[in-house]
């Protein structure tokens, strides 16, 4: 099916082509349309324009009105003080608009992207052998949102999860375990599948009992650097530990990812060891151009606006004084896989802000090399803390970071009990499963509610709250909908463009109409907070037209069925949008 003009289009392009009209001289202009309390729209493009035409702005908004029609549109033009025009639609285009959308279910009038590229999403970037906690939690809900936003506009989007499954963490575990075998005897046996969060806090353990002595013990630290060249050399045993940890690491990975109803694909996961094969190509291209040199033994890459306080440069180390490789041998070398094998237009990552000098230097670098151009361009995703009731980063009791799984399990326990309450004809099993879906909803949309680079505070009680900007607000917006369409008999919704609409109607309607435009500018911004915002709105306009317009009692057989039908496209809107944000809505609560 063909996509939608927009109302906000249809109303520009009839006002562009008046003012054009009105003054042939002037170039393209911008109306500078927007919603508006006086009016269904205000336009304020006039005083611009008659300033650059030395003109009388509103002598000119009375030009542009006289060649505007009006009839099936718009139904009224009026001047308001220095030039301003107020514009009101007529009801039927706003019904009929709203069923060009309802008769498109898949994608609700929503235009793919008219050039697609491919884009290349870093998010959700784990550690294997350890523990997921809430620092994770941003990267892998925001990247989620834009791959479904990128993905439902069209474009090619190829996810990749860079795990930290390399280093000398490894080389640090894998000699402590050779040195402790019994560390691991209890675990004989043991189905992994089954206990992925087992296995994983047993790890977590071992990693922080191998980093005590690390810290502590010179000779060992010694050996554990021994054996991360016994790691890079590719040594039998060394890897076939290696690869251990990963796979239990991955099937707890898996666990979490579905707690927090997301896709992971396990093709999607290449870790920093998928780049070990470039990394001397890597150097050897930067040193041979002229963008890396060595300094003191080390391979650096140095840049005229970055300084330390001392007012000296800082230097990105690509590889270190011994020959080992750091971070940023790894970035580079995964940027030119996406770029010249993957043949990616855009590479977004999704990391913590506080990286963002590191994701400036190395982004830098490529441009330098060529990697990164005028035809391919890089973007940090940054994102903010997760903060706790108090302001400060979110920690246990302990001091402790709070572990994932355990922030994600208090949310189910605390929604069941909200849905429990609420409940009137659910089972059990029936709860339980709302009660997921209410509880990771809920801690998903307070991040996605938040601009990305904002901290935000987790606060479980509002997080799980029927009333106020929350996931489970909408859910149950949609759920109430879903209710009505069901006590509807007989009466089925279908668009009565014929029928007058009472305000909330209007308000309703001009609303759901904005869907596509909104999302085209939350997957061009990568801005979910923005489709966040505008879904909180859309369900707040539903309350209130449900309070204002009786739906199943209205007057008559057709505005019953325009109601519902008003209902049903509000409530399709919601599932679609939540579904960007990779919420779920559930059809009863």
């Known amino acids: 099916m063909a996509p939608v003009t927009s109302l906000t289009a249809s109303v520009n392009q009839r006002l562009a082509d008046a003012l054009a009209s009105a003054l042939p001289e002037a170039d393209a202009v911008d109306p500078l349309l927007r919603r508006s309390d006086r009016a269904d729209f205000q336009a304020n493009g006039i005083l611009a324009l008659a300033k650059k035409a030395k003109a009388n702005p509103r002598d000119l908004a009375t030009q542009v009105v006289a060649n505007i029609t009006t009839g099936d549109v718009i139904k009224d033009v009026e001047v308001s003080g220095p030039g301003f025009l107020n514009i009101t639609l007529t009801d039927k285009a706003i019904t009929e608009n709203l069923a060009a959308r309802y008769a498109d279910p898949e994608r609700l009038g929503v235009p793919h992207a008219d050039a697609p590229g491919t884009t290349v999403i870093d998010y959700a970037q784990p550690n294997v052998a350890k523990e997921m906690h809430v620092g994770h939690l941003r990267s892998a809900v925001i990247g989620d949102s834009v791959v479904q936003l990128l993905e439902f506009t069209g474009e090619n989007v190829v996810r990749r999860h860079h795990i930290g499954d390399w280093g000398t963490q490894f080389g640090m575990l894998i000699q402590y375990l050779d ?70 690491s991955k099937i707890y990975f898996f666990s979490v990812f579905e707690k927090l109803d997301m896709e992971v694909r396990d093709p999607d996961i290449v870790g920093e060891s998928g780049y070990n094969d470039m990394l001397a190509e890597t150097c050897r291209l930067l040193e041979e151009s002229g963008v890396a040199v060595r300094s003191e033994g080390a391979l650096c890459v140095f840049f005229d606006d970055i300084k330390g306080p001392d007012g000296k440069p800082v230097p990105l180390i690509v590889q270190k004084s011994d020959g080992g490789y750091g971070y940023a041998a790894t970035d580079l070398s995964a940027i030119r896989d996406r770029v010249f094998n993957l043949k990616a237009n855009s590479l977004i990552y999704v990391v913590d802000a506080r990286q963002s000098l590191h994701f ?60 429990r309450e609420k409940a009137q004809d659910l089972s059990e099993e029936e709860i339980a499963e709302r009660g997921a879906q209410v509880g990771i909803g809920a801690v998903k949309y307070a991040d996605l509610s938040t601009s990305a680079n904002r901290d935000y505070k987790f606060d479980l009680d509002q997080m799980v709250s029927l009333n106020g900007d929350t996931s489970v607000y909408l859910q149950y917006a949609y759920a109430r909908i879903q209710s009505i369409l069901r006590k509807a008999g007989e009466a089925r919704p279908q668009a009565h463009p014929e029928l007058d609409l009472h305000e909330a109607e209007r308000a309703l309607g001009l609303h759901v109409d904005a869907f596509a435009e909104t999302v085209a500018e939350a997957a061009t911004e990568y801005a979910p907070h923005k489709l966040a915002a505008y879904l909180y709105q859309l369900a707040s306009l539903y309350t209130s037209f449900y309070d204002k317009c009786p739906v199943l009692k209205a007057e008559t057989p057709e505005q019953v069925e325009n109601r519902l039908f008003l209902c049903d496209i509000t409530a399709r809107t919601l599932h679609q949008g939540m579904a960007l944000l990779g919420i779920r809505t559930p059809e009863r609560l």
Do not use: C
């Open 179 to 248: 040195e402790h075998p019994h560390e691991l005897d209890h675990r004989e046996g043991v189905d992994l599948q089954e206990s992925g969060q087992a296995a994983m806090s047993n790890l977590d353990r071992l990693y922080k009992a191998a980093r005590k002595k690390f810290d502590a013990d010179e000779e060992f630290k010694t050996r554990a650097r021994r054996r991360v060249v016994d790691l890079q050399a590719g040594d039998p045993h060394t890897l076939a530990m290696w690869q251990k940890f990963v796979d239990e």
């Open 360 to 419: 400036k230097m190395v982004f830098e670098t490529a441009r330098k090399a060529g990697w990164l151009n005028g035809d391919v361009k890089a973007y940090q995703l940054a994102f903010g803390t997760v903060l706790g009731k108090d302001g400060k980063p979110f920690k246990t009791r302990e001091g402790e970071t709070v572990r994932l799984v355990d922030l994600l399990d208090e949310a189910i326990d605390r929604a069941s009990t909200v849905v």
